[in-house]
């Protein structure tokens, strides 16, 4: 028995310290691959930082920018906890729904954008169901408020980066004093903002049965100001004495399904198409899309606002759901949220091209001269060469780095707290034979010229400690556009 025991006691210790030979050898061999990744991340946002540093604002001339149109009052909250707290149980049949009518709606809709991590927003019409969830919101822990709304957003980063802003909306006095002071507003207040409900979700994010691919957000809303573009006329008035270097048209998915009175919303664009063709040429304009699902306003837009936009700016989904309208489809509500670089690149040359073809002839419109697509793991930039748009590689590194700043919640970009999730080399195109980019850490913003226009692409440092996505793509492109005007 006693040897039996010591047996056994010789077997524990040994297998002790086998455990521990392990997990130090694991340790041991972990350790250089961690430290060749963590130098790998200090060289590329050295290399981005250098990048964005190439080119200063002019402080003497702070550069001028009229940005409509709205804005509001974000609640950010957690999307889980929020429907938990209201008692909505995950649907079994995800379905994409235009307008959110009912609760079972909502719950069909989020199961639809959850699992894939895809950017949405719907206009909710049951405006019980609308109260519910935003005094549910107020009383949840960590719930956060914040300025939102596309126009307001950007208006905000620009000024923030050295430009004087004048912007097109309705605000309540709490709203306007968290505007800078480089921000003039043109349009009469309100004594209670618009309130957009933004539900995140981090990565890994479980709802049931269904989990996320990626970190991302669902909003909803019930506006009554923004879809009527109400600051339009005020914003018009000023904009003439303004005088400025970039017109930006942002925030018009808030017409996206709204109930207007008949012809009102083809009336509301007659007048902002008027606005835009009453630009100098000189004068940039840039357009910045957004979550469309209602096809009979993207053909207005594709009428009345796109072809005299010289600019524009989008996401992964955005991108191919213009695209799919102007080759004659319909609206793509779903697509892959995590594209290769060379899928977004032939994309935007399929869109180039056939913009430039469709303005031919357009009486007032502007030639497309640059476009922005900004996606999680990387940005890409197309523009003219010859335009007046300058600085594209560092305008480039500029917007991968405000992506990080943005999502994490702070100017300083902390490597610890990001991971390159963008290949170590790609495809410029899906063409057999295309020529491969490597990305090097020593200059990650890849640049080169094709046919009459140059191309930029940037990795992005994603941000593994989520703070906010929301308002990710308006900071962006407010701040890859300021480094171009």
């Known amino acids: 028995m006693a040897n039996g025991r010591d047996t056994s006691s010789s ?20 350790s250089p691959v961690q430290h060749s990744l963590d130098h790998r991340l200090d060289t590329v946002l050295t290399s981005l930082l250098r990048a964005e540093s190439k080119v200063d604002i002019d402080s003497f001339r702070r550069p001028k920018v009229a940005i409509g149109f709205g804005g509001c009052v974000d609640i950010i909250v957690d999307g889980v906890k929020l429907l938990n707290e209201i008692g909505l149980k995950p649907s079994k049949t995800p379905f994409h ?88 507003v043109a349009g009469k207040p309100v004594e209670d903002p618009d309130i957009h409900l933004i539900l995140e979700y981090p990565t890994g994010a479980k709802w049931g049965e269904y989990v996320s691919r990626r970190a991302n957000r669902y909003i909803v809303h019930s506006d009554d100001h923004n879809p009527l573009l109400d600051s339009l006329e005020d914003f018009e008035e000023q904009l003439q004495a303004f005088r400025p270097d970039l017109l930006v048209i942002g925030g018009l998915q808030m017409m ?28 940039g304009v840039h357009f910045e899309m957004a979550s469309f699902v209602d096809e009979g306003l ?70 497309l001269t640059r476009l922005h697509v900004h996606t999680l793991a990387f940005q890409a930039i197309i523009v ?72 930029c692409v940037a990795p992005v440092l994603v941000c593994t400690d989520v703070y906010q996505t929301a308002g990710g793509g308006d900071n962006v492109s407010a701040a890859g556009l300021v480094l171009q005007i």
Request: aromatic residues 6%; charged residues 20%; contains cysteine.
């Open 11 to 30: 077997l524990v210790r040994y297998g002790t310290v086998a455990s521990l030979l392990v997990i130090l050898l694991a340790l041991w061999y972990r």
């Open 97 to 184: 729904h235009d307008c959110i009518e009912s609760r079972e709606q909502l719950s069909q809709s989020f199961a639809f954008f959850f699992p894939p991590g895809a950017a949405s927003e719907r206009f909710l019409s049951n405006d019980t169901l609308f109260n519910e969830l935003v005094e549910a919101s107020r009383g949840l822990q960590g719930n956060r408020w914040a300025l939102g709304g596309n126009a307001a957003v950007m208006a905000n980063r620009l000024a923030s980066e050295g430009c004087d802003v004048l912007l097109g909306g309705r605000f309540s006095p709490e709203v306007t004093d968290v505007l800078s002071d480089h921000v003039t």
């Open 256 to 283: 996206d399904n709204f109930p207007f009175e008949k012809g009102v919303r083809e009336a509301r664009l007659e007048r902002l198409n008027a606005l835009m063709l009453s630009l100098d040429e000189a004068t």
């Open 298 to 367: 993207m053909r207005a837009l594709l009428s009345q606002v796109v072809p005299y936009a010289s600019s524009l700016g989008m996401n992964e989904q955005e991108l191919p759901n213009l695209l799919s309208l102007l080759k004659g489809g319909n609206v793509t509500v779903l697509s892959d949220p995590n594209p290769r670089v060379a899928t977004v690149l032939d994309q935007m040359r399929e869109l180039y091209r056939l913009l430039s073809t469709e303005r031919q002839g357009q009486a007032g419109g502007r030639r």
């Open 384 to 455: 003219t060469t010859g335009s007046s748009w300058k600085n594209t590689m560092s305008a480039t590194a500029k917007a991968s780095l405000t992506a990080n700043r943005h999502v994490c919640g702070s100017p300083d970009i902390n490597p610890g707290k990001a991971k390159l999730i963008m290949d170590d080399s790609f495809s410029i195109s899906r063409q057999e034979g295309s020529q491969r980019m490597p990305l090097l850490e020593t200059k990650p913003v890849a640049c080169w010229e094709e046919a009459d226009y140059e191309v």
